[in-house]
Protein backbone atom coordinates (compact mmCIF):
# COMPACT_ATOMS: atom_id res chain seq x y z
CA UNK A 1 0.00 0.00 0.00
CA UNK A 2 1.23 3.73 -1.01
CA UNK A 3 3.17 4.88 1.93
CA UNK A 4 1.05 8.47 1.99
CA UNK A 5 -2.31 6.33 1.61
CA UNK A 6 -1.64 4.08 4.86
CA UNK A 7 -0.80 7.04 7.10
CA UNK A 8 -3.99 8.88 5.91
CA UNK A 9 -6.45 5.86 6.61
CA UNK A 10 -4.13 5.65 10.00
CA UNK A 11 -4.76 9.49 11.22
CA UNK A 12 -8.29 9.56 9.42
CA UNK A 13 -9.07 6.30 11.94
CA UNK A 14 -7.68 7.92 14.54
CA UNK A 15 -9.20 10.99 14.29
CA UNK A 16 -12.73 9.64 13.87
CA UNK A 17 -12.31 7.95 17.34
CA UNK A 18 -11.13 11.11 18.63
CA UNK A 19 -14.46 12.67 17.63
CA UNK A 20 -16.06 10.01 19.37
CA UNK A 21 -14.61 10.63 22.49
CA UNK A 22 -14.89 13.91 22.74
CA UNK A 23 -18.59 13.58 22.03
CA UNK A 24 -18.67 10.97 25.37
CA UNK A 25 -16.97 13.64 27.54
CA UNK A 26 -18.48 16.66 29.75
CA UNK A 27 -16.31 19.58 29.86
CA UNK A 28 -14.17 19.32 33.34
CA UNK A 29 -13.60 21.89 36.27
CA UNK A 30 -10.21 22.79 35.43
CA UNK A 31 -11.03 23.04 31.39
CA UNK A 32 -14.18 25.62 32.51
CA UNK A 33 -11.70 27.68 34.35
CA UNK A 34 -9.15 28.00 31.38
CA UNK A 35 -12.16 28.53 29.12
CA UNK A 36 -13.68 30.95 31.55
CA UNK A 37 -11.27 32.70 33.84
CA UNK A 38 -7.91 32.51 32.55
CA UNK A 39 -5.92 34.65 29.78
CA UNK A 40 -3.31 32.39 28.27
CA UNK A 41 -2.76 31.29 24.96
CA UNK A 42 -4.75 28.10 25.30
CA UNK A 43 -7.59 29.50 26.28
CA UNK A 44 -7.58 32.37 23.12
CA UNK A 45 -7.22 28.95 21.17
CA UNK A 46 -10.30 27.16 22.58
CA UNK A 47 -12.31 30.85 22.58
CA UNK A 48 -11.37 31.26 18.54
CA UNK A 49 -12.58 27.57 18.36
CA UNK A 50 -15.83 28.06 19.88
CA UNK A 51 -16.80 31.16 18.21
CA UNK A 52 -16.64 29.94 14.87
CA UNK A 53 -18.42 26.06 16.14
CA UNK A 54 -20.31 26.92 18.69
CA UNK A 55 -20.18 26.24 22.57
CA UNK A 56 -20.11 22.47 22.54
CA UNK A 57 -17.39 20.06 23.04
CA UNK A 58 -16.80 19.18 19.32
CA UNK A 59 -15.75 22.84 18.92
CA UNK A 60 -13.79 22.82 22.67
CA UNK A 61 -11.93 20.18 21.54
CA UNK A 62 -11.26 20.65 17.90
CA UNK A 63 -7.99 22.53 18.38
CA UNK A 64 -6.20 19.94 20.25
CA UNK A 65 -7.82 17.18 17.44
CA UNK A 66 -5.79 19.41 14.67
CA UNK A 67 -2.74 19.94 16.95
CA UNK A 68 -2.70 15.59 17.18
CA UNK A 69 -2.90 15.72 13.90
CA UNK A 70 -0.30 17.81 13.25
CA UNK A 71 2.06 15.41 15.64
CA UNK A 72 1.20 12.73 13.77
CA UNK A 73 2.70 13.94 10.44
CA UNK A 74 5.62 15.01 12.27
CA UNK A 75 6.51 12.46 14.02
CA UNK A 76 6.48 10.81 10.71
CA UNK A 77 8.42 12.87 9.22
CA UNK A 78 11.15 13.16 12.04
CA UNK A 79 11.28 9.34 12.11
CA UNK A 80 12.76 9.35 8.53
CA UNK A 81 16.26 10.70 10.24
CA UNK A 82 16.46 8.17 12.95
CA UNK A 83 14.71 5.06 10.81
CA UNK A 84 15.24 4.06 7.28
CA UNK A 85 13.02 1.44 6.63
CA UNK A 86 9.67 2.17 6.23
CA UNK A 87 8.68 -0.80 8.58
CA UNK A 88 10.43 0.87 11.17
CA UNK A 89 9.06 4.05 10.81
CA UNK A 90 4.92 3.32 10.58
CA UNK A 91 6.03 0.94 14.16
CA UNK A 92 7.27 4.41 15.28
CA UNK A 93 4.22 6.32 14.22
CA UNK A 94 1.72 4.03 15.36
CA UNK A 95 3.15 3.41 18.80
CA UNK A 96 3.11 7.16 18.82
CA UNK A 97 -0.63 7.61 18.51
CA UNK A 98 -1.19 4.76 20.76
CA UNK A 99 0.34 5.90 24.28
CA UNK A 100 -1.84 6.85 26.54
CA UNK A 101 -0.35 10.53 27.34
CA UNK A 102 -0.58 11.30 23.57
CA UNK A 103 -4.31 10.12 23.19
CA UNK A 104 -5.24 12.27 26.59
CA UNK A 105 -3.63 15.33 25.24
CA UNK A 106 -5.47 14.97 22.09
CA UNK A 107 -8.97 14.84 23.72
CA UNK A 108 -8.60 17.03 27.00
CA UNK A 109 -8.33 21.12 27.41
CA UNK A 110 -4.22 21.20 28.37
CA UNK A 111 -1.04 22.59 27.10
CA UNK A 112 -0.03 19.20 26.74
CA UNK A 113 -0.78 18.52 22.95
CA UNK A 114 0.40 21.71 22.23
CA UNK A 115 4.00 21.63 23.85
CA UNK A 116 3.99 18.01 21.84
CA UNK A 117 3.42 19.57 18.31
CA UNK A 118 5.38 22.82 18.96
CA UNK A 119 8.40 20.53 20.13
CA UNK A 120 7.88 17.97 17.31
CA UNK A 121 8.02 20.99 14.95
CA UNK A 122 11.10 22.71 16.58
CA UNK A 123 12.70 19.32 16.23
CA UNK A 124 12.11 19.07 12.51
CA UNK A 125 13.29 22.48 11.60
CA UNK A 126 16.32 21.71 13.95
CA UNK A 127 17.02 18.26 11.97
CA UNK A 128 15.77 19.86 8.46
CA UNK A 129 18.77 22.60 8.75
CA UNK A 130 16.13 25.42 9.05
CA UNK A 131 18.27 27.66 10.95
CA UNK A 132 16.30 30.81 11.02
CA UNK A 133 13.07 29.05 11.29
CA UNK A 134 13.97 27.14 14.21
CA UNK A 135 15.81 30.37 15.69
CA UNK A 136 12.66 32.41 15.32
CA UNK A 137 10.05 29.76 16.34
CA UNK A 138 11.83 29.43 19.95
CA UNK A 139 11.46 32.84 21.84
CA UNK A 140 7.78 32.44 20.15
CA UNK A 141 7.27 29.51 22.32
CA UNK A 142 7.67 31.69 25.02
CA UNK A 143 3.89 32.70 24.83
CA UNK A 144 2.70 29.75 24.57
CA UNK A 145 3.24 27.86 27.85
CA UNK A 146 5.95 28.11 30.64
CA UNK A 147 6.58 24.37 30.29
CA UNK A 148 8.84 25.16 26.83
CA UNK A 149 11.50 26.44 29.43
CA UNK A 150 12.47 22.69 29.58
CA UNK A 151 12.72 22.76 25.90
CA UNK A 152 15.58 25.54 26.14
CA UNK A 153 17.21 24.00 28.47
CA UNK A 154 17.39 20.74 26.66
CA UNK A 155 18.67 22.55 23.80
CA UNK A 156 21.10 24.39 26.09
CA UNK A 157 22.57 21.09 27.08
CA UNK A 158 22.88 19.66 23.40
CA UNK A 159 24.03 22.94 22.66
CA UNK A 160 27.13 22.64 25.35
CA UNK A 161 27.47 19.09 24.16
CA UNK A 162 28.40 20.04 20.55
CA UNK A 163 30.28 23.12 21.73
CA UNK A 164 28.27 25.04 19.73
CA UNK A 165 28.48 28.29 22.22
CA UNK A 166 26.35 31.09 20.52
CA UNK A 167 23.54 28.46 20.84
CA UNK A 168 24.29 27.14 23.93
CA UNK A 169 24.39 31.09 24.72
CA UNK A 170 20.91 31.79 22.96
CA UNK A 171 18.75 28.61 24.56
CA UNK A 172 20.37 29.83 27.84
CA UNK A 173 19.18 33.43 27.56
CA UNK A 174 15.81 31.98 26.74
CA UNK A 175 16.10 29.78 29.72
CA UNK A 176 16.51 32.18 32.00
CA UNK A 177 13.97 34.86 30.89
CA UNK A 178 11.09 31.85 30.96
CA UNK A 179 12.25 31.90 34.63
CA UNK A 180 12.06 35.46 34.97
CA UNK A 181 8.61 35.60 33.52
CA UNK A 182 6.67 32.31 34.76
CA UNK A 183 8.76 31.30 37.52
CA UNK A 184 9.30 27.64 39.25
CA UNK A 185 9.17 27.71 42.78
CA UNK A 186 10.94 25.79 44.79
CA UNK A 187 10.05 25.11 48.29
CA UNK A 188 9.75 22.78 51.41
CA UNK A 189 11.80 19.74 52.51
CA UNK A 190 12.31 16.87 51.05
CA UNK A 191 8.92 14.91 50.65
CA UNK A 192 9.97 11.71 48.08
CA UNK A 193 7.35 12.61 45.26
CA UNK A 194 10.38 10.45 42.58
CA UNK A 195 8.25 7.58 42.33
CA UNK A 196 4.74 9.44 42.01
CA UNK A 197 6.58 10.94 39.16
CA UNK A 198 8.01 7.47 38.10
CA UNK A 199 4.43 6.15 38.09
CA UNK A 200 2.75 8.92 36.51
CA UNK A 201 4.89 8.10 33.42
CA UNK A 202 4.46 4.79 33.92
CA UNK A 203 0.90 5.67 33.21
CA UNK A 204 1.95 8.00 30.14
CA UNK A 205 4.07 5.47 28.43
CA UNK A 206 2.48 2.44 29.49
CA UNK A 207 4.71 0.63 32.13
CA UNK A 208 6.33 -1.62 29.97
CA UNK A 209 7.14 1.12 27.39
CA UNK A 210 8.73 3.56 30.08
CA UNK A 211 10.95 0.78 31.43
CA UNK A 212 12.12 0.60 27.90
CA UNK A 213 12.59 4.27 27.51
CA UNK A 214 14.43 4.65 31.00
CA UNK A 215 17.04 1.53 29.43
CA UNK A 216 17.34 3.27 25.91
CA UNK A 217 18.13 7.23 26.92
CA UNK A 218 20.26 4.99 29.74
CA UNK A 219 21.77 2.60 26.63
CA UNK A 220 22.90 6.38 24.32
CA UNK A 221 23.85 8.05 27.60
CA UNK A 222 26.31 4.88 27.58
CA UNK A 223 27.39 3.73 24.14
CA UNK A 224 25.38 5.75 21.87
CA UNK A 225 25.73 8.92 19.51
CA UNK A 226 23.65 11.96 21.70
CA UNK A 227 21.48 13.55 19.45
CA UNK A 228 18.48 16.45 19.53
CA UNK A 229 15.67 14.26 20.58
CA UNK A 230 17.77 12.55 23.25
CA UNK A 231 18.94 15.78 25.02
CA UNK A 232 15.05 17.01 25.09
CA UNK A 233 13.83 13.50 26.32
CA UNK A 234 16.88 13.00 29.15
CA UNK A 235 17.08 16.60 30.56
CA UNK A 236 13.01 16.06 30.94
CA UNK A 237 13.73 13.22 32.77
CA UNK A 238 16.54 14.24 34.84
CA UNK A 239 15.03 17.95 35.64
CA UNK A 240 11.55 16.06 36.66
CA UNK A 241 12.82 13.82 39.25
CA UNK A 242 15.18 15.99 40.48
CA UNK A 243 12.36 18.66 41.22
CA UNK A 244 10.47 15.38 42.95
CA UNK A 245 12.69 15.14 45.25
CA UNK A 246 11.73 18.28 47.00
CA UNK A 247 8.21 18.96 45.68
CA UNK A 248 5.43 17.40 43.41
CA UNK A 249 5.22 18.45 39.78
CA UNK A 250 2.84 18.75 36.85
CA UNK A 251 3.51 15.93 34.95
CA UNK A 252 2.45 18.13 32.29
CA UNK A 253 5.22 19.74 31.92
CA UNK A 254 7.45 17.49 31.43
CA UNK A 255 5.41 14.65 29.71
CA UNK A 256 5.30 15.67 26.06
CA UNK A 257 9.36 15.81 25.94
CA UNK A 258 9.73 12.18 26.92
CA UNK A 259 6.61 11.35 23.74
CA UNK A 260 8.39 12.55 21.42
CA UNK A 261 11.43 9.93 22.15
CA UNK A 262 9.55 7.46 20.65
CA UNK A 263 11.56 6.80 17.52
CA UNK A 264 14.67 6.55 19.32
CA UNK A 265 13.27 3.48 21.08
CA UNK A 266 11.86 1.78 18.12
CA UNK A 267 15.33 2.30 16.72
CA UNK A 268 16.97 0.38 19.45
CA UNK A 269 14.23 -2.45 20.26
CA UNK A 270 14.70 -3.08 16.03
CA UNK A 271 18.46 -2.80 16.08
CA UNK A 272 18.72 -5.26 19.12
CA UNK A 273 15.98 -7.28 16.99
CA UNK A 274 18.18 -7.88 13.95
CA UNK A 275 20.95 -8.64 15.33
CA UNK A 276 20.09 -11.58 16.92
CA UNK A 277 19.60 -15.13 14.81
CA UNK A 278 15.67 -15.92 14.12
CA UNK A 279 15.75 -18.48 16.54
CA UNK A 280 16.91 -15.86 19.16
CA UNK A 281 14.05 -13.26 18.42
CA UNK A 282 11.23 -14.87 20.67
CA UNK A 283 12.15 -12.59 23.58
CA UNK A 284 11.75 -9.90 21.91
CA UNK A 285 8.83 -11.00 19.85
CA UNK A 286 7.02 -11.78 23.54
CA UNK A 287 7.69 -8.35 24.25
CA UNK A 288 7.17 -6.89 21.36
CA UNK A 289 3.19 -8.22 21.77
CA UNK A 290 2.80 -7.45 24.98
CA UNK A 291 3.79 -4.51 25.05
CA UNK A 292 0.96 -3.70 21.90
CA UNK A 293 -1.42 -5.65 23.71
CA UNK A 294 -1.31 -3.00 26.33
CA UNK A 295 -1.14 -0.24 24.35
CA UNK A 296 -4.38 -1.19 22.56
CA UNK A 297 -6.19 -2.30 25.96
CA UNK A 298 -5.29 1.57 27.11
CA UNK A 299 -6.67 2.46 23.89
CA UNK A 300 -9.76 0.41 23.70
CA UNK A 301 -10.32 1.15 27.28
CA UNK A 302 -10.25 5.42 25.89
CA UNK A 303 -13.39 5.07 23.89
CA UNK A 304 -15.26 2.62 26.17
CA UNK A 305 -14.15 3.40 29.42
CA UNK A 306 -18.13 4.16 30.38
CA UNK A 307 -18.47 0.41 30.85
CA UNK A 308 -16.15 0.25 33.98
CA UNK A 309 -19.20 2.18 36.31
CA UNK A 310 -20.65 -1.16 35.67
CA UNK A 311 -18.11 -2.79 37.99
CA UNK A 312 -17.74 0.01 40.86
CA UNK A 313 -19.72 0.17 43.78
CA UNK A 314 -18.50 4.12 44.03
CA UNK A 315 -18.53 6.13 40.58
CA UNK A 316 -16.31 8.95 41.68
CA UNK A 317 -13.78 6.65 41.76
CA UNK A 318 -13.53 5.95 37.93
CA UNK A 319 -10.58 7.51 36.22
CA UNK A 320 -13.04 10.20 33.92
CA UNK A 321 -15.47 10.71 36.60
CA UNK A 322 -14.14 14.34 36.56
CA UNK A 323 -15.09 14.49 32.37
CA UNK A 324 -19.11 13.06 32.95
CA UNK A 325 -21.83 14.75 34.30
CA UNK A 326 -21.95 18.08 33.65
CA UNK A 327 -23.21 17.68 30.38
CA UNK A 328 -26.12 15.20 30.73
CA UNK A 329 -27.21 17.00 33.75
CA UNK A 330 -27.33 20.09 31.56
CA UNK A 331 -29.35 18.25 29.03
CA UNK A 332 -31.95 16.62 32.24
CA UNK A 333 -31.85 20.75 33.36
CA UNK A 334 -33.17 21.79 30.14
CA UNK A 335 -35.80 19.02 29.75
CA UNK A 336 -37.43 20.33 33.08
CA UNK A 337 -37.54 23.81 31.88
CA UNK A 338 -34.29 24.97 34.38
CA UNK A 339 -31.99 27.33 32.73
CA UNK A 340 -30.84 29.26 36.29
CA UNK A 341 -29.69 26.89 39.29
CA UNK A 342 -27.39 27.18 42.53
CA UNK A 343 -25.15 24.06 42.86
CA UNK A 344 -21.33 23.66 43.92
CA UNK A 345 -18.82 26.03 42.00
CA UNK A 346 -17.56 23.47 40.33
CA UNK A 347 -20.40 22.21 38.86
CA UNK A 348 -21.80 25.89 38.64
CA UNK A 349 -19.23 26.37 36.08
CA UNK A 350 -19.11 23.37 34.11
CA UNK A 351 -22.86 24.02 33.54
CA UNK A 352 -22.35 27.47 32.39
CA UNK A 353 -20.75 25.78 29.18
CA UNK A 354 -23.98 24.36 28.45
CA UNK A 355 -25.95 27.31 28.72
CA UNK A 356 -26.99 26.49 32.75
CA UNK A 357 -26.33 29.84 34.28
CA UNK A 358 -26.45 30.90 37.93
CA UNK A 359 -29.54 31.87 38.83
CA UNK A 360 -31.76 32.10 42.54
CA UNK A 361 -35.03 30.16 41.55
CA UNK A 362 -33.72 26.88 41.29
CA UNK A 363 -31.30 24.78 43.91
CA UNK A 364 -29.44 21.68 43.34
CA UNK A 365 -28.62 20.00 45.75
CA UNK A 366 -27.43 16.02 46.43
CA UNK A 367 -30.20 15.75 48.60
CA UNK A 368 -33.98 16.58 48.33
CA UNK A 369 -34.45 19.57 50.09
CA UNK A 370 -38.46 19.20 50.46
CA UNK A 371 -40.68 16.17 48.81
CA UNK A 372 -41.22 18.82 45.87
CA UNK A 373 -37.78 18.59 44.93
CA UNK A 374 -37.42 16.58 41.41
CA UNK A 375 -34.93 14.04 41.48
CA UNK A 376 -32.62 14.05 38.21
CA UNK A 377 -30.50 10.78 37.81
CA UNK A 378 -27.58 10.40 35.08
CA UNK A 379 -26.54 6.99 34.30
CA UNK A 380 -24.43 5.33 31.90
CA UNK A 381 -25.20 1.70 30.10
CA UNK A 382 -27.78 2.06 32.19
CA UNK A 383 -25.57 2.04 35.50
CA UNK A 384 -26.67 5.21 37.86
CA UNK A 385 -23.79 7.33 38.53
CA UNK A 386 -24.94 10.34 39.86
CA UNK A 387 -28.63 12.02 41.28
CA UNK A 388 -29.38 15.46 41.67
CA UNK A 389 -32.38 16.70 43.26
CA UNK A 390 -33.95 20.50 42.22
CA UNK A 391 -35.69 22.47 44.19
CA UNK A 392 -37.52 25.65 43.87
CA UNK A 393 -36.60 28.38 46.05
CA UNK A 394 -39.03 29.65 48.15
CA UNK A 395 -39.19 33.51 48.53
Not at 50 to 62: E, H, I, K, P, V
Not at 257 to 277: D, E, G, I, Q, T
Not at 322 to 338: G, T
Amino acid sequence: MNTRLLLALLILFDTLLLFYGASTLSISYKEAVIFFEQNNFIHHVVRFSTSLFGQNDYALRLPFILFHVLSILLAYKISKFFLPRLQDRMLSVITFMLLPGVVGSALLVNAAGMVIFFTLLFIWLFLNGYKPAYLALLPLLLFVDNSFMVLYLGVFAYAVYKKEWWFAGYSGLLFLVALGVYGFPMHGKPKGYIIDTLISYSLIFSPLIFLYFFYTLYRILMKEEKNIVWFISFTALIFSILISYRQRILIDDFAPYVVVSVPLMVKMFMASYRVRLPENRRGHKALFILVFAILLVNFIATYTYKYFYLFLEKPSKHFAYKYNIAKELAEKLKQLNVHEVTVDKKMQLRLKFYGINRGNTYILTDKPQDSSAKKVTISYIKKPVKSYYVSKVNK
